[in-house]
């Protein structure tokens, strides 16, 4: 298996940009997961999807951001419009079964840079 | 509830051991352990699970104390290929996991 693949892998962009962030899961996997990570905040968990549906959005910053999941094998995240502040590594990561009990596995992660 | 994790670094020399350690205020199903090296994404190393089953890498060791909340992480005859950013999880009734702000181990030939 190729393990998580995210796309792009480098974004910059200038604020007030549309960015989406594309994210292909482990086939098989049923849990699929959106962080993002910086230097002061750490690595939080901003949406989790189980079987396409999203199961708990509480980490999300704000209405900028939304995340969808229309199959298995597919999920975006979309900030819209884009601040510098949301500059970070965002990572996607799939596991198969419940998250408390079982790996996750992370894609490469998207680096993004609002101007 | 982001757990704490100490020490926020240490230095090792090729072969010498440490000890990272997690702990929560909250009630733990389980503390998952993963690895980042700069500039890639985190690694999984190991799950502990409350009851006392664990998953994960065979050369890596760690303990969970249900009790008190509290993980260990012990690394062992370090190797260089050890250094890295290390990461506790940790797994509540809410089902998805928490993870603290990471120990940075480098370890020096």
């Known amino acids: 298996d190729a393990g998580v693949i995210q796309s792009p892998r480098h974004e910059v962009t200038e604020m007030g940009q549309e960015v989406t962030l594309r994210c292909k899961p482990i086939s098989g996997h049923d849990y699929l997961f959106w962080y993002r990570q910086t230097m002061m905040r750490g690595l939080e968990l901003l949406i989790y999807?189980?079987?396409?549906?999203?199961?708990?959005d509480s980490g999300m910053p704000e209405d900028r951001f939304s995340a969808k999941m229309p199959n298995a094998s597919f999920s975006t995240l979309k900030i819209q419009p884009s601040e510098p502040r949301d500059s970070a590594v965002y990572f996607c990561?799939?596991?198969?079964?419940?998250?408390?009990?079982?790996?996750?596995?992370f894609g490469p992660g998207t680096r993004l840079t609002v101007l | 509830q982001q757990p704490v994790q100490s020490p926020q670094a240490v230095i090792l020399r090729e072969g010498e051991d440490a000890v990272i350690n997690c702990s929560s205020s909250k009630a733990l199903y389980s503390v998952h352990w993963y690895r980042q090296k700069h500039g890639e994404a985190p690694v999984f190393l190991m799950i502990?699970?409350?009851?006392?089953e664990q998953k994960g890498h065979d050369k890596i060791s760690a303990s969970f104390n249900e009790k008190k909340q509290q993980s260990s992480l012990y690394l062992t005859a370090s190797q260089l290929s050890y250094s890295g950013t290390y990461f506790c999880?940790?797994?509540?009734?809410?089902?998805?996991?928490?993870f603290g702000a990471g120990t940075t181990v480098t370890v020096r030939a």
């Open positions: 990561a799939s596991s198969a079964g419940f998250p408390s009990y079982n790996e996750q596995f």
């Open positions: 999807f189980n079987n396409n549906v999203p199961i708990d």
């Open positions: 999880g940790t797994g509540t009734n809410d089902y998805k996991l928490s």
């Open positions: 502990l699970l409350k009851g006392g």
